[in-house]
T-cell receptor, first 116, second 114 residues
Framework: SAVISQKPSRDICQRGTSLTIQCQVD?????MFWYRQQPGQSLTLIAT?????????ESGFVIDKFPISRPNLTFSTLTVSNMSPEDSSIYLC?????????????FGDGTRLSIL | AQSVTQLDSQVPVFEEAPVELRCNYS??????LFWYVQYPNQGLQLLLK??????LVKGINGFEAEFNKSQTSFHLRKPSVHISDTAEYFC????????????FGTGTRLQVFP
């Protein structure tokens, strides 16, 4: 399976600031996703990162708060904007390689974000 | 609405004992089924998947799961656990409709004691 690298692995930020998280994959992927995992909870899909076009956001998530870029088949960024303590979470990049209909999602190690 | 229920938030077990982590789902469309494991300070790792065929699926680290369509369940089992199996386990379903969404359960914390 692919190697999925997320940067940074963790960060502590001041409220009101923004942080951009990078996801780099060592092979071309069919689909890329961004998830949020709040403390002690399960994963919630933020959006599907579409190559060369605007991401597709899930209900409750908006582009102004979580802008996403995906300039090519192996790289994507998620920005958490104007952060507040409620944004303290793990943010995970996920990819599908090959036939989306028959392949599972694989996850990076996540970015652990704390907002003071 | 589609949902995934993991009935046990925590499962304590002694080393070398068998374990079963339960997962039930509700969906109006057919699904693919997955189990993921999350070790401390790591991302999610795929344990096993059910797409079609045999309802008994074997995965990594000695885990297996059985798909029961009539009971809409996909319970995870291991006959003998190790200390290193201590982790959070997530059941997930992917809807086989035009959304292809992956829906996660709330997770089960498996704690293995010596």
């Amino acid at each position: 399976s692919a190697v999925i690298s997320q940067k940074p692995s963790r960060d502590i930020c001041q409220r009101g600031t923004s942080l951009t998280i990078q996801c780099q994959v060592d092979s071309q992927v069919t689909m890329m996703f961004w998830y949020r995992q709040q403390p002690g909870q399960s994963l919630t899909l933020i959006a599907t990162a579409n190559q060369g076009s605007e991401a597709t956001y899930e209900s409750g998530f908006v582009i102004d708060k979580f802008p996403i870029s995906r300039p090519n088949l192996t790289f994507s960024t998620l920005t958490v904007s104007n952060m507040s303590p409620e944004d303290s979470s793990i943010y995970l990049c996920s990819v599908v390689i090959g036939d989306w209909g028959h392949q599972p999602q694989h996850f990076g190690d996540g970015t652990r974000l704390s907002i003071l | 609405a589609q949902s995934v229920t993991q009935l046990d938030s925590q499962v304590p077990v002694f080393e070398e004992a068998p374990v079963e982590l339960r997962c039930n789902y509700s969906s109006s469309v057919s699904v693919y089924l997955f189990w993921y494991v999350q070790y401390p300070n790591q991302g999610l790792q795929l344990l096993l998947k059910y797409l079609s065929g045999s309802t008994l699926v074997k995965g990594i680290n000695g885990f297996e799961a059985e798909f029961n369509k009539s009971q809409t369940s996909f319970h995870l089992r291991k006959p003998s656990v190790h200390i290193s199996d201590t982790a959070e386990y997530f059941c997930a379903v992917r809807l086989r409709d035009n959304t292809d969404k992956l829906i996660f359960g709330t997770g089960t914390r498996l704690q293995v004691f010596p």
